[in-house]
């Protein structure tokens, strides 16, 4: 039995020294050999896909197991552009912190419960919010689908928790940035169409609202805990 305990002991620190370094681990494993995209993101693959940081000064990752496992790769110029808009909000508004969801595999292809994310130019955006006022992040604990099963109503609200939509203004308008500098541009934005115009609302952003292309619809999920970019 006592060899056992040590035995599950040993596995169980191993298994979360993997977790919590893990993602670290591959990125810097990670070859220099550009990545290269195919196809469409509901129907493609990738080549060479790079992992998004853990976490950085005023960002992280949705869940260190989804970063480990690999389920936030994507085209480095994607990687590139993500990083850079964090950079610019560290900038200009430091005191706004961001958590992204998931993107993809490192090498595209189908990644399930999505219905996208296949080319490694998509990315999750969780919502920034605040608490009574407070800047916060969104609870991404695994027994709430590590933040995608969170539930905001048609204002914005979750319980004391409200999203931040002038830090999501802030947030596209540094993306959409950053995206030209490294030779992209923001092909789809996917958020709940009823927040569009609370978006639209932050004084100024008017006119980032009339240039991105936002999706005419309704979204096969609602995308009210995170807005979904595709680049390309």
Not at 52 to 73: C, E, I, V
Not at 94 to 108: A, I, K, M, Q
Not at 218 to 231: A, I, K, M
Request: no cysteine.
């Amino acid at each position: 039995m006592r060899r056992f305990l040590l035995v599950t002991g040993i596995l169980a620190l191993l298994f979360a020294l993997w977790v919590y370094f893990g993602n670290d681990l591959a990125r810097a494993l990670e070859s220099n050999t550009p990545s290269v995209s195919y196809g469409t993101p509901d129907s493609g693959s990738m080549e060479d896909g790079k992992r998004l940081p853990t976490s950085g000064s005023n960002f992280r990752a949705y869940s260190r197991l989804g970063a480990a496992l690999g389920r936030n790769a994507v085209n480095d110029k994607v990687r590139d552009v993500v990083v850079a808009a964090y950079a610019q909000l560290e900038k200009t508004h430091p005191d706004l912190r961001f958590v992204y969801g998931e993107t993809g595999w490192p090498s595209g292809g189908s990644f399930k419960p999505h219905r996208t994310h296949e080319n490694g130019m998509s990315v999750d955006f969780m919502v920034p919010v605040r608490s009574e006022g407070r800047i916060t992040r969104i609870s991404t604990a695994p027994w709430r689908k590590f933040g995608y099963a969170i539930e905001f109503d048609s204002t914005g609200k979750a319980g004391k928790v409200a999203i931040d939509f002038e830090a999501v203004a802030l947030h596209l308008a540094a993306l959409d940035e950053a995206a030209t500098a490294h030779g992209l541009t923001i092909q789809r934005v996917i958020l709940a169409p009823e927040f569009i115009p609370k978006v639209e609302a932050v004084p100024g952003a008017w006119r980032l609202v009339d240039r991105l292309p936002w999706f005419q619809g309704t979204p096969w999920v609602r995308h009210d805990e995170h807005y979904h970019v595709d680049f390309r």
